[in-house]
């Protein structure tokens, strides 16, 4: 399983920016997939997760009604559209995956390396 992100970078406030991630290695149509992101000196925390159809998602409250999570099963690639971007949605960024394995199964949580968002005037 690899999950390599993208796009990230600096943006002013009240500016966007878009994360992409590319998935391999597992059969990306048919699971839920996640955003996470952490910021220096707090723990990870959730964003937003995409149904494996695309057609449910939730957020965040912190993010809710700003950021919108979509995804392209044909590309296996998902998506983080960023707007009205605030110093607080400055963080390292991941996108995320459970798979289950083993017997008996067991969850394995699969990360990408992170892709960094600066917010700054």
């Known amino acids: 399983v690899q999950l390599v992100e993208s796009g990230g970078g600096l943006a002013q406030p009240a500016g966007s920016l878009r994360l992409s991630c590319a998935a391999t290695?597992?059969?990306?149509?048919?699971?839920?997939m996640g955003w996470f992101r952490q910021a220096p000196g707090k723990e990870r925390e959730f964003v937003g997760s995409?149904?494996?159809?695309?057609?449910?998602?939730y957020y965040a409250d912190s993010v809710k009604g700003r950021f919108t999570i979509s995804r392209e099963n044909a590309k296996n690639m998902m998506y983080l559209q960023m707007n009205s971007l605030q110093p607080e949605d400055t963080a390292v960024y991941y996108c995320?995956?459970?798979?289950?394995?083993?017997?008996?199964?067991?969850?394995?949580?699969?990360w990408g390396q992170g892709s960094q968002v600066t917010v700054s005037s």
């Open positions: 995320s995956y459970t798979g289950w394995s083993g017997d008996p199964p067991a969850p394995k949580t699969y």
């Open positions: 995409i149904s494996w159809s695309g057609g449910t998602t």
């Open positions: 290695g597992f059969t990306f149509s048919n699971h839920v």
